[in-house]
């Protein structure tokens, strides 16, 4: 089922609780959407509804395979340069490990951007530099113009609202040979 795989991105940290529930509860949404026919979402730190809260913005939960990535030389290199204490810097190595094996592995990948991030930004021109097909969408609120100006088919950009199912079901018949366009 690997390649039925979505990555799936959203800022939660540092957002109100209100807002991190509305981003949580759209990815509950989505997720439920594509489960029915047949993805599996990554949705780890997106689903972490303790992350709006700057002082538990601290990921715990990283697998230990891209903890022993983050090595004692790579922290040194970048202490002097980073705000982060070693401990922590640690572990954003390691999450960064997560996140670029995520995006890999990932069939395609979706973002939720209707708060602004530097980090789904990254995300993003990641996934598109690795040639993943992407989707990206807002809840009444617009999107970078950067992003919209993206010039290659690989990027879909969409609002959250009445049309949106549709608007995902077309990105999944146009990037997944495997989806059967009948099951909407």
């Known amino acids: ?35 029915k026919h047949g993805f599996q979402c990554h949705t780890d730190v997106v689903l972490d509804d303790k992350l709006h809260s700057r002082s538990s913005a601290s990921i715990t939960n990283i697998p230990e395979k891209f903890l022993k990535l983050s090595t004692e030389e790579q922290v040194n290199k970048l202490k002097s340069s980073r705000v982060s204490e070693p401990q922590e810097l640690h572990k954003e190595v390691a999450c960064y490990y997560w996140g670029l094996d995520s995006l890999r592995n990932a069939h395609f990948c979706l973002w939720d951007l209707t708060y602004p991030s530097t980090g789904a930004g990254f995300e993003l021109a990641t996934a598109l530099t690795l040639g993943k097909k992407c989707f990206c969408f807002s809840e009444n609120t617009r999107i970078s113009s950067t ?21 995902l079901f077309e990105f999944l018949k146009n990037s997944d040979r495997k989806y059967n366009p009948d099951m909407t």
């Open 147 to 167: 992003v919209c100006g993206y010039p290659l088919n690989s990027l879909t950009v969409a609002n959250y609202g009445e049309k949106f199912e549709k608007k």
């Open 1 to 35: 089922m690997k390649d039925r795989v979505v990555f799936y991105g959203a800022s939660v940290t540092s957002r109100s609780k209100t807002q991190a529930r509305e981003i949580i509860d759209r990815a509950i949404h989505i997720c439920e959407l594509l489960r």
